[in-house]
């Protein structure tokens, strides 16, 4: 069995502050991970993923996640906000069938 | 190479009229999911199918919910006799092999309103 917690339901940034989106697991595999954005009536956007190379993953935007087993969390960080990173961010594991667990969203405000 | 296409993008039907949601994915993709999101909620997966194949339906609920990808085709998520709690947004993803670490790619999503 596999989960996931997103520690915020909902967190708030100045612009030009750092992010940081909490996201814990758990697996009974070697997951993989996937950090979606989905902005206000869109779809989901895949930011960037874990499947078990390098720990720290770069995405697009500049958003990153780092994988951390002793810890069993994947956090998404971006060193300095912008408005228009203001959505709601989705934390997933997947597990080597391909059953995705989504976690319940953080949603991130940027105050001017 | 158009990205994973669903239709309609909103939805609105009355208590007990059928609903039914269509994705195409991705080319070359073989596998199909279908998510519900809810207000105030994550997504929860529903069903999971290859080419007329239903591969996992565990997430389904057990009435008036169904399913299908056919030979040609788009996938069809088919709701029967809808009733307001069926309202929320319905994402559909595509992947090529359904293997692990697979990427998902995921449509705009279909609103679903019910009166």
């Known amino acids: 069995a596999q989960s996931v917690t997103q520690l915020d339901s909902h967190v708030s940034v100045s612009e030009g502050t750092p992010v940081l989106l909490r996201c814990n697991y758990s697996?009974?595999?070697?997951?993989?991970l996937f950090w979606y954005v989905q902005h206000p009536n869109k779809g989901l956007q895949l930011l960037l993923k874990?499947?078990?190379?390098?720990?720290l993953v770069k995405g697009i935007n500049g958003f990153e996640a780092e994988f951390k087993k002793s810890e069993t969390s994947f956090h998404l960080t971006k060193p300095s906000a912008h408005m228009s990173d203001a959505a709601e961010y989705f934390c997933?594991?997947?597990?080597?069938?391909?059953?995705?667990?989504f976690g319940a969203g953080t949603r991130l405000t940027v105050k001017p | 190479n158009a990205g994973v296409m669903q239709n309609p993008r909103h939805l609105v039907r009355r208590r007990g009229q059928e609903a039914r949601l269509r994705c195409s994915p991705m080319?070359?993709?073989?596998?199909v999911y279908w998510y519900r999101q809810l207000p105030e909620e994550g997504l929860k997966f529903m069903v999971y199918?290859?080419?007329?194949?239903?591969?996992?339906e565990s997430g389904m609920p057990k009435e008036r919910f169904s399913a299908e990808f056919p030979k040609e085709g788009p996938s069809i998520l088919r709701i029967q006799q809808v009733v307001r709690g069926d309202s929320a947004a319905y994402f559909c993803?595509?992947?090529?092999?359904?293997?692990?670490?697979?990427?998902?790619?995921f449509g705009p999503g279909t609103r679903l309103l019910v009166l």
């Open positions: 993803a595509s992947s090529p092999l359904g293997a692990e670490g697979e990427t998902q790619y």
């Open positions: 697996s009974s595999y070697s997951p993989s």
């Open positions: 874990y499947t078990s190379a390098a720990t």
């Open positions: 997933v594991v997947s597990d080597p069938s391909n059953d995705m667990r």
């Open positions: 080319k070359g993709h073989s596998h």
């Open positions: 199918l290859q080419k007329e194949n239903i591969i996992d």
